[in-house]
């Protein structure tokens, strides 16, 4: 290696730093041909008009470069298992070199394709808990070498495992399994999951029988006069239709619109959510639900990093809410999971008795700083006046969506009241929502990073938004607190890093 | 910064060259492209060619000398104890705080231009959605690795 600072070394033949098998480099170029040959055509057009010996030159030239490159990729690329981490150094120009501690490697993966498996290869892939998809391949190594990699990447994990004395918290509630209260925690009878259905309420249905419709129409070939002409000659609708017949035109058509999409809900509730129930196993929960196709999942608790209780503007006065949480990946019960679909207020505070969190009254919690309201009039209101404004300079019925801003108007005076946080006693809790209504509990010990971010305009309002990252969810729907005021921002910030940590280390040694 | 509960050190002075020069490529293709367009509105259209490219040229000089510096200004990071802040922003002023026990695991890189600056970027990535990587740029290859280490003896065994 040239550069003597990126690559440590080792004293121990065994830590030194090691390369792919030279074979990687046919594998890619083998891989990679399908769209190599597909360029071939394009390459032939552009140099259709040039001379033989060109071609011949400028192909030895292209080819011989490439063959370099992936070279120097290969030459580039080395990994090493030293005494408490896996290095692994890469790029051509830009160079990396990535750590990874034993101790966050989760497992590691072999996997042989097809054409590996001819030249007796393997990939490997160090699986951690990191959001990105290849944190730590090795493709290719000889097969051997890849399952002595396994042992050794498991070997020194354990012997770090030890070494940190941490207690592993998913072990120990496994041991007590039977011991601990095999029971039901949340099941849905069939006439909730029904209920649930109506307010399943969906469009979905109606955009695929739209497009079918007009699928067929495409296909046969009509266009839309002739097939208005063939309605019209079938239900006998007069070709010039008086304003009535066109309400109740209207009228009809909605109805069915409303039909097809509370339909829809219900089949689709009572697909997915038929004989819902959820035990609870000590130490983890098992869901079960599905009319056709009965799915299993199970959730282990030391897997939940947040939870959140959403409603909608109907189902907040009917009494209802959902109890859902995010699962830290892997055994493909990652992400969003539902708990309890559709849940009495009662029948939530057990589950999150379950869950070992607690949840307080909207009124206990601290309301958001007054220029919240400011800033939520200019972005969903100024912004919807301003399209409006413009394009009633082309036509004037655009003034006709005018109304609109009222309800946006009422919607951002109102988000203020509804957007609350407190952070007490190991917890976060986040609510926010004028019409649908969303609580998140987040422990404390599972957030992964904070951020404080203020931008121009907040600035100005002497406003700041605090980001909190957890892992296993989506870009959407966070926990984030917009819009406190800056003072009572860095307050939280400490306050939830504070605890955050010191919290973390007391629940490792709780034997639960 | 004002209210920030600790003051981040600066970047390296390196950095703010690398950012200047890698600024150049961007403004060079903005240049280009106004300049074919404008030409293009000279032969179709017939109109004034220089009024694209006079605009393009004063943002590609903006984009070249005043923003690369404020960006540059606005980074900043600390390490207390357990933490790492980093701060970063001109329009959008973000304050990350990470803690080091959440790390998964670090890259440090380098490319040509800041191997020649003598800087390194320094990413953080951790098992959160959001802002899964953290990312911070031009500090020297020696503060890079040693945050590296510091932070490595923050990192164990999860409990899930």
């Known amino acids: ?512 | 910064m004002s209210l920030a509960p600790i003051a981040l050190t600066p970047l390296e002075p390196g950095q703010r060259t690398v950012m200047h020069l890698h600024a150049l490529l961007p403004s060079l293709l903005l240049v280009i492209g106004s300049v074919a367009l404008g030409l293009i509105a000279q032969l179709r259209l017939g109109w004034v060619p220089w009024p694209p490219v006079l605009l393009a040229g004063l943002v590609a000089i903006w984009m070249l000398t005043v923003a690369p510096r404020r960006r540059w200004a606005a980074w900043g990071w600390a390490l207390t104890g357990d933490e790492l802040h980093v701060g970063h922003g001109v329009w959008a002023r973000v304050h990350t705080v990470v803690p080091l026990a959440r790390v998964q695991h670090i890259d440090v890189a380098q490319g040509p231009v800041e191997r020649a600056f003598g800087v390194a970027r320094l990413v953080l990535h951790t098992a959160g959605t959001a802002h899964a990587t953290v990312l911070l740029p031009g500090v020297s290859r020696q503060t890079a690795e040693h945050l590296r280490d510091t932070i490595r003896v923050h990192i164990q065994a999860e409990p899930w």
């Open chain 1, 1 to 512: 290696m040239s550069d003597a600072g990126v690559s440590a070394v080792a004293d121990d033949p065994e830590e030194a730093p090691r390369r792919l098998h030279p074979a990687t480099m046919l594998l890619g170029v083998i891989q990679g041909a399908p769209s190599t040959l597909l360029g071939i055509p394009a390459m032939l057009a552009l140099v259709a008009r040039a001379d033989l010996p060109f071609i011949l030159a400028g192909t030895a030239i292209a080819v011989s470069l490439a063959a370099f490159v992936r070279w120097l990729a290969w030459y580039r690329f080395t990994y090493a298992l030293t005494e408490d981490a896996v290095i692994i150094e890469s790029g051509l120009f830009s160079r990396n070199r990535r750590m990874i501690p034993y101790e966050r490697v989760a497992d590691v993966g072999i996997e042989r394709r097809p054409l590996q498996r001819m030249f007796g290869l393997a990939s490997v892939t160090l699986e951690t808990g990191g959001a990105g998809a290849d944190e730590g391949a090795l493709s290719s190594v000889v097969l051997a070498e890849a399952e002595g990699l396994r042992d050794m990447v498991r070997r020194r994990r354990g012997r770090t495992d030890a070494a940190s004395l941490s207690v592993n918290v998913s072990v120990a509630p496994l041991a007590a399994r039977p011991s601990s209260g095999t029971g039901l925690v949340f099941a849905m009878t069939g006439q909730r999951v029904l209920l649930w259905g109506l307010f399943n309420f969906s469009l979905v249905g109606i955009a695929v029988s739209v497009g079918a419709v007009q699928s067929v129409a495409g296909a046969v070939d009509w266009d839309r006069e002739t097939l208005w002409n063939a309605v019209a000659a079938r239900t006998g609708v007069a070709r010039s239709m008086p304003a009535l017949a066109w309400a109740g035109a209207a009228a009809v058509g909605s109805a069915i619109v409303l039909a097809i999409g509370i339909a829809t809900g219900l089949i689709r509730a009572t697909l997915r959510d038929h004989g819902f129930r959820l035990t609870d196993e000590g130490g983890r929960l098992r869901r079960t639900r599905g009319l056709l196709t009965r799915s299993e999942a199970i959730l282990s608790l030391p897997r939940v990093q947040l939870v959140t209780i959403d409603t909608g503007l109907v189902r907040r006065r009917l009494g209802w809410s959902r109890l859902r949480v995010q699962v830290l990946g892997g055994e493909g019960a990652g992400g969003r999971q539902d708990l309890a679909p559709m849940a009495r207020a009662e029948e939530i505070d057990p589950l999150l008795a379950v869950l070992r969190l607690t949840r307080i009254a909207p009124d206990d919690m601290e309301v958001v700083a007054r220029g919240h309201v400011w800033r939520a009039m200019l972005r969903r209101v100024g912004l919807p006046a301003l399209v409006i404004a413009g394009a009633a300079l082309v036509t004037p019925l655009a003034l006709l969506a005018s109304p609109i801003l009222l309800l946006l108007m009422v919607a951002a005076t109102l988000s203020r009241r509804h957007h609350r946080y407190r952070a007490a006693s190991g917890l976060l809790h986040v609510q926010r929502g004028v019409f649908g209504r969303t609580m998140w509990i987040v422990p404390m010990a599972r957030i992964q990073a904070l951020s404080l971010r203020r931008t121009w305009l907040q600035r100005r309002l002497r406003l700041a938004t605090v980001l909190v990252d957890t892992a296993g969810g989506g870009q959407s729907c966070r926990p984030d607190i917009h819009d406190l005021r800056e003072a009572d921002a860095w307050a939280l910030i400490d306050k939830l890093r504070a605890t955050g940590t010191r919290v973390e280390a007391t629940d490792e040694t709780l034997p639960d």
